[in-house]
């Protein structure tokens, strides 16, 4: 089960779209049963979360939480997804993406990680982007890591 935690009430999210999709996809990944929290929050927020748990004190697009649960507990709670929809905003512009592809990629992104999936090192990354862009191209989104064409003539 995915909820959307819409702590900002960001009125452009599609918020049931959004929870289909990633109830598709952790289906699709073996992880139907699931619980997963997507929160979508505002950049003051996002930047205190990422100073406490990363050390870095900027907002980012998507933290990822696992839950931690001890495999003693029968419950199947990967985790929660937090997600600047600022920052994804703000990204969407310069990249040239439409904002709601965008935050749909970071949800995914975010949830691969709740799923062991990281970009540490150069295999990892190009692991999760693969995968990454197969999720992306069956719900009819674009491979995100393709630049733009220039408009150089």
Same mark, same amino acid.
């Given at each position: 089960?995915?909820?959307? %935690?819409?702590?900002?009430?960001?009125?452009?999210? $599609?918020?049931?779209? #959004?929870?289909? !999709? &990633?109830?598709?996809?952790?289906? /699709?990944?073996?992880?139907?049963?699931? /619980? #997963?929290?997507?929160? +979508?929050? $505002? /950049?003051?927020?996002? %930047?205190? &979360?990422?100073?406490?748990?990363?050390? %870095?004190?900027? =907002?980012?697009?998507?933290?990822?939480? =696992?839950?931690?649960?001890?495999?003693?507990?029968?419950?199947?709670? +990967?985790?929660?997804?937090?997600?600047? !929809?600022?920052?994804? +905003?703000?990204?969407?512009? /310069?990249?040239?993406?439409?904002?709601?592809?965008? &935050? !749909?990629?970071?949800?995914?992104?975010?949830? #691969?990680?709740? #799923?062991?999936?990281?970009?540490?090192?150069?295999?990892?990354?190009? %692991?999760?982007?693969?995968?990454?862009?197969?999720? &992306?191209?069956?719900?009819?989104?674009? $491979? =995100?890591? $393709?630049?733009?064409?220039?408009? +150089?003539?």
């Amino acid at each position: 089960m995915v909820v959307i %935690q819409n702590s900002i009430h960001d009125s452009s999210v $599609n918020e049931h779209g #959004l929870s289909n !999709t &990633l109830q598709t996809v952790i289906k /699709e990944l073996g992880k139907g049963e699931s /619980e #997963l929290l997507i929160r +979508l929050v $505002n /950049e003051v927020e996002m %930047q205190n &979360l990422n100073k406490v748990y990363r050390h %870095q004190d900027k =907002p980012t697009n998507v933290l990822s939480f =696992p839950s931690g649960l001890p495999i003693e507990i029968d419950e199947v709670i +990967l985790g929660d997804v937090v997600i600047c !929809t600022q920052v994804v +905003l703000k990204e969407s512009i /310069e990249q040239r993406k439409s904002f709601n592809d965008h &935050l !749909t990629h970071m949800a995914i992104h975010g949830t #691969l990680h709740l #799923l062991g999936y990281d970009h540490i090192d150069t295999k990892d990354a190009q %692991q999760m982007e693969s995968l990454e862009t197969k999720i &992306l191209a069956k719900i009819g989104i674009n $491979n =995100p890591f $393709n630049k733009p064409a220039s408009n +150089l003539a």
